[in-house]
């Protein structure tokens, strides 16, 4: 892949933005490629990063400017690859942890909502910037708004204020800030974190939060029925034993 780094250490796969020249700004190729990343994963958790000095910049220059040419239809097909991408990542059944640093603007912002946490360098500069180019946050609006809510949706998407980690942490957009020499080291710590889990339990919990959102009115059978599965599978007999024995469980890096 020619718009994206791939690395796997241990039971995590690393995906890092590649286009530095340009910030890390989407095109037709790096949504392609980061579309059929997301869609195949067979590790514990992946961490999202970035190239160069800033995490990703929203849409390239010139993949918009080739967009001014393009039909309703063609417009039409367009935004739907890019929805696919964003819908890749936020489906994707392991946790996606983003790791952020200088900037994340427009469709870098809608990066960070299908993220499940979010660490960010102290200075990374944050917006909801479409509406400066006569257009709207619309994509990514769905998972913007599930995010931070519709409330604060409606002053940065109408306003496109800069703003910074701290408001950011505010808004739910991100869960940690630290400096960026610790960047790797809290992206680390939020790894070991998720490994104490099991692999099944934290994907049944990841569905489990879409399901509820998207059906309210059945939260209840949800969880009984999650639950329900948990406890007979191996995995959760495994933890149950393992808590009552005082032992560590078996998929822990000292079970």
């Not at 039409?76 to 200088?102: N, Q, S």
Request: contains cysteine; proline residues 4%.
């Amino acid at each position: 892949m020619s718009t994206i780094l791939k690395t796997v250490e241990d039971d995590v796969l690393h995906i890092s933005l590649n286009r530095p020249e340009v910030r890390n700004a989407f095109n037709a190729e790096m949504i392609a490629e980061v579309t059929e990343s997301f869609s195949s994963i067979s590790q514990r958790a992946v961490v999202l990063s970035g190239e160069g000095k800033a995490f990703c910049a929203g849409g390239d220059l010139e993949w918009m400017r080739s967009s001014i040419d393009y039909t309703e239809e063609q417009n039409l097909a367009d935004a739907k690859r890019l929805a696919e991408m964003f819908t890749a990542i936020d489906t994707c059944p392991c946790p996606v942890i983003g790791k952020v640093h200088g900037a994340a603007f427009g469709g870098g912002l809608g990066l960070l909502c299908v993220c499940d946490v979010v660490v960010a360098a102290e200075e990374t500069k944050f917006c909801f910037s479409e509406v400066k180019l006569g257009l709207a946050p619309a994509v990514i609006s769905s998972f913007a708004i599930a995010k931070i809510g519709p409330g604060q949706a409606r002053r940065y998407f109408i306003t496109s204020e800069v703003f910074g980690p701290e408001i950011a942490k505010d808004l739910g957009l991100v869960h940690e800030i630290a400096s960026v020499d610790a960047l790797d080291s809290t992206a680390a710590d939020l790894l070991s974190a998720v490994r104490q889990g099991g692999p099944n339990a934290v994907e049944e919990a990841k569905c489990l939060i879409r399901a509820i959102a998207e059906k309210p009115q059945d939260a209840l059978d949800l969880s009984a029925a999650s639950i329900a599965k948990l406890r007979v599978s191996a995995e959760g007999q495994e933890g149950v034993r393992a808590f009552l024995e005082k032992r560590k469980p078996a998929w822990t890096s000292g079970g």
